[in-house]
């Protein structure tokens, strides 16, 4: 063990930290854009056109039954051969997009369906349009149920990540291969990395499950909903008398 640890860090700090932050670069972006992706096939899974319904099925089976190394190499290799040349950030990220969206797409869908019926009802009652209803009443009841399994493939992404060192992407496990190549010291490398996406991802998730938690006890997601909740409870100490036990009064109203 004495003889494990030789690699000059050192002289490898300053790119380390630039694939560092390159796969923070397409773990952020790639998650955004297969969040979208995945609403609107979500969306278009839900539609009444047979046509979207469709479409959207075709897609989701597809990326969900091929592999991700695959759809990396036909995005930066299939595509330049057939004339559309993706540079290696554009085509990382859109080979993650793709993926994932497929995979979120089914968890919106399910989150969406599973909302009751009677809250579009009551929205129809309130006057809200079907942007309004979805937006208002159906999106933030799906968001509390997909939340967990978002989560979960938050820290998938991350990981996979390093898939991309087959396209050499910079980002952290292209660097690990870079560094083996010069100091042939693939085991203290590889360990170093793996340590590194260790404390990348287990603080990740463990802030991830500390929100699906906060959500579970009813906790407002959005600034916006805060300040309602906030105003609302205003508005009930407003009402009550001064000096008035709010738990009694609870009691007499249920009796």
Known sequence: MSGLFQVP?????SDLVDALW?????????????????LAVALLRLSKVW???AVAAVYTEVFKNIPLL???FLAYFGLASAGLKLDVFTAGCVSLIVFYAAYLSEIF???ISGVHAGQTEAGEALGLGRAGIFGQVILPQAVRQALPGTNTFLVDLLKSTSLLVTISAAELMSEGRLITSSTFRALEVYLVISAIYFAL??????LLLLLERKVRAGVPLSPWRRRRMRAARALLAADLPVG?????????AAV
């Open 9 to 13: 860090w050192s002289d490898y700090q």
């Open 201 to 206: 991802c287990y603080p990740l998730s463990q």
């Open 51 to 53: 046509a979207a319904r």
């Open 70 to 72: 695959a759809i990396i």
């Open 22 to 38: 390159r796969t923070i670069s397409y773990t952020v972006v790639s998650f955004i854009g297969a969040v979208l992706l995945g």
């Open 244 to 252: 008035t036990d709010r738990k009694s009064d609870r009691k007499e």
């Open 109 to 111: 869908r399910s989150a």
